[in-house]
């Protein structure tokens, strides 16, 4: 790693120095967005409002470099927006066509990868990449809610020290697990992913090898996905990219 873990948030929040305006925030269900008069973001909506809000009025109308501070904040409702303002700066179709040489648009976040023998976690419930279960010798699903067959998050510090493959929701950006899971499986290959990922280079300095997240193309019916609580993924609503270390 090219800087410290305790950085990691530094460097993402560096980014957005954007005078631009929020102009709008809504959530429903599951999503939750924010957008500026040219961009879009959205975020998985994760709850939790026992802490004070660092802007108790909300972030519309704040600068965009001010309000992806509130990434920082313990209010879980507040940074949920804050993510998705971050990601208004960075999965815009402009940064992807400056980076396109590193970021090939589409594809799954598992392409490429041979899972035969290898032990994998997962952080957050999800299915995986196409294969996954029959190919791999051990399947973990570590979940804050878990499921049937989940093993509870707290098992993270016990299970994820010994993969050889870590997927990693998005959302632990916003809850503030992902340093500590990155510490834990710094001798793991590491992909985040889902909607709330930012397509931010620098967090490929902190241990991550893939960065899989969401580029949103069709603005209005996002809006409508997000405030209707519309069931499914967000993805038909968007381009996914891959930035790989």
């Known amino acids: ?47 939790g409002s026992s802490i004070t809000p ?21 209010n879980m409702e507040e940074a949920s927006f804050a993510m998705a303002a971050v990601n208004s700066f960075y999965n815009t179709p402009r940064r992807m066509e400056a980076l396109k040489a590193a970021l090939p648009e589409g594809g799954h976040y598992g392409d490429g990868l041979d899972f035969t023998g290898m032990r994998v976690g997962i952080v957050g419930h999800m299915r995986g990449p196409a294969g996954l279960r029959e ?19 707290t098992a993270c510090d016990y299970i994820l020290p010994k993969c050889d493959l870590v997927i990693i929701t998005g959302s632990s950006l916003i809850n503030k697990s992902l340093p500590h899971l990155l510490e834990l499986c710094r001798d793991a290959y590491t992909i985040l992913t889902g909607p709330s990922v930012p397509l931010c280079p620098a967090l490929l300095d902190f241990g991550i090898d893939r960065l899989a ?25 968007g381009c996914p990219f891959m930035l790989c270390r």
């Open 54 to 74: 660092m802007f108790p009025g909300g972030l519309e109308g704040l600068e965009l470099s001010r309000a992806s501070r509130a990434l920082m904040s313990w």
């Open 1 to 47: 790693m090219n800087r410290k873990i305790d950085s990691l948030y530094e460097a993402l929040l560096s980014g957005p120095d954007c005078s631009l305006p929020v102009k709008l925030t809504l959530s429903g269900e599951q999503w939750c967005l924010a957008a500026t008069e040219d961009s879009l973001g959205i975020a998985m909506h994760t709850p």
């Open 135 to 153: 190919a791999a010798k051990e399947v973990y699903i570590l979940e804050r809610s878990p499921k049937p067959g989940d093993y509870p998050d």
């Open 213 to 237: 997240g969401l580029v949103v193309t069709e603005r209005e019916a996002m809006f409508r996905h997000v405030s209707g609580s519309v069931p499914g993924s967000p993805h038909h609503l």
